[in-house]
Every structure is written in structure tokens, then in C-alpha cells.
Nanobody
Framework: QVQLVESGGGLVQAGGSLRLSCAAS????????MGWYRQAPGKQRELVAT???????NYADSVKGRFTISRDNPKNTVYLQMNSLKPEDTAVYFC???????????????WGRGTQVTVSS
């Protein structure tokens, strides 16, 4: 079983910064892509940023230049540094990982439970 546990959310004023972390634990062979998604009240979950095991990144246009995703492969941890936060960044942020649980090529998607980020104006 694989678990993803997020931390680092909270309340911050507009223009402030937060750093989210997500650590994967359990029994697995390897982790492929990792990423962050968010869901605001009444809206669908949307992609924020993703990172491959090799370090290639992808960002939503709304966060480019403000957010930075990174990962520590030996620690099975992904980070999201969020700067210049805006009220519209308020959402529950979810960690996602594509995990190979065995040496086969099949990849399973796992999700964390989410961490609340609230940006006040």
C-alpha cells in the first residue's frame, strides 16, 4: 500500500509564500511523475504543476513564474514553493504520484488527502 501525505498548507496574506510538501511511503518499486493539483469550492480539480522523475516540469499558466515544483527522489518527496500568492490560489491542494508497485511497467495513480491553502486579500 502506498500513502501520500501532504503538509505545509495554511492561511497567508496576498503576496505571501507557502511551501507544500508531500511524502510517499509504503511498499513500491519506483515513482514516476509526481504533481500537485488543486480544487477550489464549487470548481473542478485542476492541475497546478507536475515533475518527472528526471526533473522535467510542467505548470498551469495561472501559476507560471510564481510557483516552483521540485522533488527529492531518495526521500520520495515532492515540494511546491508558492510565492506571490493571490486570493484566487485559495483551494485544497492535492498531491499525486504515478507509482510502479512492482517491477512491471504498470503505473498506478495515488492521491493524498489534501491540504488547505487560504490566501486572504
Amino acid at each position: 500500500q502506498v500513502q501520500l501525505v501532504e503538509s505545509g498548507g495554511g492561511l497567508v496574506q496576498a503576496g505571501g509564500s507557502l511551501r507544500l510538501s508531500c511524502a510517499a511511503s509504503g511498499s513500491f518499486f519506483s515513482i514516476n511523475d509526481m504533481g500537485w493539483y488543486r480544487q477550489a469550492p464549487g470548481k473542478q480539480r485542476e492541475l497546478v504543476a507536475t515533475i518527472t522523475s528526471g526533473g522535467s516540469t510542467n505548470y498551469a499558466d495561472s501559476v507560471k513564474g510564481r510557483f516552483t515544483i521540485s522533488r527529492d527522489n531518495p526521500k520520495n518527496t515532492v515540494y511546491l514553493q508558492m510565492n506571490s500568492l493571490k486570493p484566487e490560489d485559495t483551494a485544497v491542494y492535492f498531491c499525486n504520484a504515478g507509482v510502479r508497485t512492482t517491477s512491471s511497467l504498470r503505473v498506478y495513480a495515488y492521491w493524498g488527502r489534501g491540504t488547505q491553502v487560504t490566501v486572504s486579500s
